[in-house]
């Protein structure tokens, strides 16, 4: 009896091939599931990186600390998700109640995902 192998499973709403479209500087950090692998040390990069995870955020929805951090677990690999909710904050991506317990898309960075990325990658569905 043949087993039949099952195919790794594709982050949420992704197309494993995305990733390819990313500008040339942010593909050596990007995995075969389109998950960021690796923290770029370049900021110019950094941006980028930061930019294709922003894009995987709904515009208008309130998100608590767990389910940013379990968003962001889901497109990277390297296991630091406060950093990148850090930076994500502070580059102007993210914003939050003070005390931390609410999270939401700040209203223009569904522009800044296309001015950091060149326009590719920026649509997650």
């Given amino acids: 009896m043949e087993r039949e192998e099952k195919s790794p499973e594709k982050p949420r709403g992704e197309d494993t091939r995305e990733h390819l479209d990313l500008p040339r500087e942010l ?3 990007m995995d075969d599931q389109g998950k960021l692998k690796q923290w770029p040390t370049k900021q110019k990069t950094q941006r980028m990186a930061v930019a ?3 894009a ?3 515009p208008d929805r309130i998100y608590n600390e767990k389910q940013v951090n379990e968003l962001l677990n889901e497109w990277h ?3 630091d998700w406060a950093l990148l909710r850090r930076v994500m904050f502070d580059w102007g991506y993210l914003n939050r109640e003070s005390d931390g317990s609410k999270y939401w898309l700040r209203p ?3 522009q800044l995902p296309g001015a950091e990325l060149g326009s590719a990658g920026t649509s997650p569905a």
């Fill in 27 to 29: 593909r050596p950090f």
């Fill in 52 to 54: 294709y995870l922003a």
């Fill in 56 to 58: 995987r955020f709904e």
């Fill in 77 to 79: 690999t390297f296991e």
């Fill in 108 to 110: 223009r960075a569904g």
